[in-house]
C-alpha cells in the first residue's frame, strides 16, 4: 500500500498521507489506483465527514508522477493516457470537504490533488514549482488547476519558469494559494483543527457548500481540462528526450526561492 488512510471515527476526520517518502511522494500507477479508491469509498462512509491530505516525511507533499514509471500511451494524437487524471476527491465525486496539509515540495502532478482540495495549509519550509518546461513538457492540467487558485501572472510565471524557481510557503500565502502558515510541527494539528471543525458541523449543509462553491467555477475548469490532451500531444518532447533533459537536472543551478 502507497496511501495510508486513518480514520478517526470520534471527530468523523479521516488523515489521508501519501506513504513514498523515499520517493519524495511520487505517484505511480498503483498509488493513483489507490487515491481513486480512497476517495471513492469516502462517498459511502457516513463517518467521514471531513478529510486532511499530506504526505509522509517533511521533505514533500508530492512531487508529481514518478519519472521511474513508464506509461503507454495511445497511438492516436487525439488522445492521451493520463495516470494522474483521477487522484483528486472531486474527479471521483467526493463533496466532502478536503484540506491539503502542504509539508516540503509541492510540484507538477502534485497540483491535480491541490487543485481539489477546498484549502490548503501549508508548513512555513514548503515550496511550489512546476517542472514541466524544463523537461520540454507541456503543463496542462497543472496549469489549469493552478489559475483556478492564483492570480495569472503568478500561475503564468510558475508554469513556465520551470525548475529555475520555487514559490515560498510565504509567498503561496501572500497570494493567496495557502489560507494559513504554520511552523512544520504546527502542520498537521492546524490542518486537523479545521477539518474537525467543518466536522462538527451538520454535514448536509457543509457538503452542499462545497458542492455550490464549485459549481462557481466547475464549467469553465471543465472547458479549461478538455484542451489539455491536445496541447500536450503537440507539445511534449518525445519521452527518450524528456528523460535525457530529467537525467542531467543535477548540473542545473540552484533554484531561485521567491
Known amino acids: 500500500m502507497t496511501v495510508r488512510v486513518e480514520r478517526d471515527k470520534a471527530s468523523g476526520v479521516a488523515v489521508v498521507t501519501l506513504d513514498r517518502e523515499r520517493r519524495h511522494n511520487a505517484i505511480d500507477v498503483e498509488t493513483a489506483a489507490e487515491l481513486a479508491s480512497v476517495w471513492r469509498e469516502f462517498r459511502y462512509e457516513e463517518e467521514v465527514r471531513a478529510v486532511v491530505v499530506t504526505g509522509a516525511g517533511t521533505a514533500a507533499f508530492c512531487t508529481g508522477i514518478d519519472r521511474g ?9 487525439y488522445s492521451i493516457d493520463d495516470p494522474l487524471v483521477a487522484i483528486g476527491p472531486k474527479a471521483n465525486d467526493l463533496w466532502k470537504p478536503v484540506i491539503a496539509a502542504v509539508n516540503g515540495m509541492a510540484c507538477g ?18 515550496s511550489f514549482f512546476d517542472p514541466h518546461t524544463t523537461y520540454g513538457m507541456v503543463s496542462a492540467y497543472e496549469a489549469v488547476y493552478m489559475a483556478q487558485r492564483m492570480p495569472f501572472g503568478e500561475v503564468a510565471r510558475m508554469s513556465l519558469m520551470g525548475t529555475a524557481e520555487r514559490l515560498s510557503a510565504r509567498r503561496a500565502y501572500e497570494i493567496g494559494l495557502v489560507s494559513e502558515l504554520t511552523a512544520p510541527a504546527e502542520l498537521l494539528p492546524a490542518a486537523l483543527r479545521a477539518a474537525e471543525t467543518l466536522s462538527g458541523f451538520p454535514t448536509e449543509g457543509v457538503q452542499g457548500t462545497v458542492r455550490a462553491l464549485w459549481s462557481a467555477k466547475r464549467a469553465a475548469l471543465r472547458q479549461a481540462l478538455d484542451q489539455a490532451p491536445a496541447l500536450i500531444t503537440l507539445g511534449n518532447l518525445p519521452p527518450e528526450r524528456q528523460a535525457a533533459l530529467f537525467a542531467n537536472r543535477r548540473e542545473a543551478p540552484e533554484p531561485r526561492v521567491r
Open 69 to 77: 514509471v513508464e506509461v503507454p500511451q495511445p497511438s492516436s494524437p
Open 109 to 126: 502532478g502534485a497540483f491535480y490533488i491541490l487543485g481539489e482540495a477546498e484549502f490548503l495549509i501549508a508548513s512555513e519550509t514548503a
